[in-house]
Nanobody
Framework: QVQLVESGGGLVQAEGSLRLSCAASGIMFSVYAMGWYRQAPGKQRELVAAITSGGSTNYADSVKGRFSISRDNAKNTVYLQMNSLKPEDTAVYYC??????????WGQGTQVTVSS
């Protein structure tokens, strides 16, 4: 059974920081690309950051320079370090594991709320 369990969300003031974690089980973690997505109320889910199995990263323009994605294959965990948070970063953040279109999995989401 595949599980992606996010943690680290919460309420933070603008310009603050949070670190999200996503622990994976039931998959060969090292071969999966991992991503963080977010969905704000009334908006579509969007990609925030992704990291390939080889460690290459990409970011949404809105978070470049503020967020950093990393992975620890020994711990089957992917992280999202979020700095200089803005109210517009408020959303539910979802972890995604992608191998192929038919083999991708989602976590349950963790709420991030940034107050002004």
């Amino acid at each position: 059974q595949v599980q992606l369990v996010e943690s680290g969300g919460g309420l933070v003031q603008a310009e603050g920081s949070l670190r999200l974690s996503c622990a994976a089980s039931g998959i060969m973690f090292s071969v999966y690309a991992m991503g963080w997505y977010r969905q704000a109320p009334g908006k579509q889910r969007e990609l925030v950051a992704a990291i390939t199995s080889g460690g290459s990263t990409n970011y949404a323009d809105s978070v470049k320079g503020r967020f950093s994605i990393s992975r620890d294959n020994a711990k089957n965990t992917v992280y999202l370090q979020m700095n200089s948070l803005k109210p517009e970063d408020t959303a539910v953040y979802y972890c995604n594991a992608y191998f192929t279109s038919s083999r991708q999995f989602w976590g349950q989401g963790t709420q991030v709320t940034v107050s002004s």
